[in-house]
């Protein structure tokens, strides 16, 4: 069973414990709870790469815009520590809201180019939150590595930027998106779908296939991908609307001409669910 820790303080002192008398190497899984098989896939990596492994988990109330899945985020602590028991974890780091946020935090991170684009022009405020939570996390637990997944690839070029420019000392390991046997990458969200919505959701990984088809036919423009991948995806019954289709490279600079190793970036509205996901060009042997 992995230690439950509820403050700061405690997990901040075994993991000085673990890494200053025992000569531990720590790796931190940030996450929100649900864990699901992407999360297995944090978990597991960072159990090859440290001597123990620490989940946090933490629905960050500051990355929600006031009209988002807040309060129907799903949630089950007990659930989530017995996916970490059977995954090996050492331990598990859930703070109150109280906690982490004795105050409401003054503090804003703004990231030049990278918070407006993408998700942060759909989702004003949301990387604000997801960078001070990541912050605090990475500063509460001082890990060595901490593990996020490519399906929200944006946050990670986003964590990734905020580690480089504030030189703290942690390395981001970034871990391959898990899909389901259907297609469908992994996310807490899925469970809001009905049967029909999670058939309408797979035209997300299906317009990948199909856009990698196109590309490997000549079709380099992204215009016309972008179009190709729209059109494929409306047609699903309950697809409600698209936020964005874009291909940029991997920094998430748009591109005009798709090459290998650039990505395709979506989010979706299937039902009342929104929906993200996304694509390196060149991954599929079709
Ligand atoms: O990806 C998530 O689950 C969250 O955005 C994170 C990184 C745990 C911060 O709340």
């Keep these: 069973m992995p230690t439950l820790f509820r403050k700061s303080k405690e997990i901040r002192n075994y993991v000085r414990l673990q890494k200053c008398e025992n000569g531990r190497s720590i790796g931190l899984v940030p996450t929100m709870g649900y864990l699901h098989d992407g999360h297995r896939e944090l978990i597991r990596q960072s159990k090859i790469q440290n001597d123990l492994t620490i989940v946090s988990i933490y629905v960050n109330p500051l990355q929600f815009g006031k009209d988002e899945d807040f309060g129907r985020y799903p949630r089950d ?150 179009e190709v991948i729209r059109d494929f995806i409306l047609r699903h019954p309950h697809v409600r609307k698209i936020d964005y289709v874009e291909i940029t490279d991997e920094d998430l600079r748009p591109v005009q001409e798709v090459r290998e190793g650039d990505r395709i970036l979506l989010a979706v509205w299937v039902g009342n669910t929104r929906l993200i996901d996304n694509w390196r060009i060149g991954n599929a042997n079709l």
């Design 77 to 226: 602590l007990e659930r989530d520590i017995l996916v970490c028991e059977e995954e090996g974890v050492d331990a598990v780091f859930a703070p109150s809201d109280e906690e982490m946020y004795p105050e409401s935090p003054v503090v804003n991170i703004h990231m030049e180019g990278l918070s407006d684009i993408l998700e942060g022009k759909f989702r004003p405020g949301h990387f604000n939150g997801v960078c001070v939570v990541v912050l605090k996390l990475l500063n509460i637990v001082q890990p060595d590595r901490a593990y996020f997944g490519e399906k929200d690839y944006q946050q990670l070029k986003v964590v990734q930027r905020l580690v480089k420019d504030l030189s703290l000392p942690v390395e981001i390991v970034p871990v391959r998106t898990v899909r389901d046997t259907d297609g469908l990458a992994f996310s807490s969200r899925n469970t809001y779908l009905s049967p029909e919505e999670r058939e309408s959701a797979l035209s997300l990984y299906k317009s990948f296939l199909l856009a990698e088809k196109f590309i490997k036919s000549g079709n380099t423009q992204a215009d016309l991908i972008k």
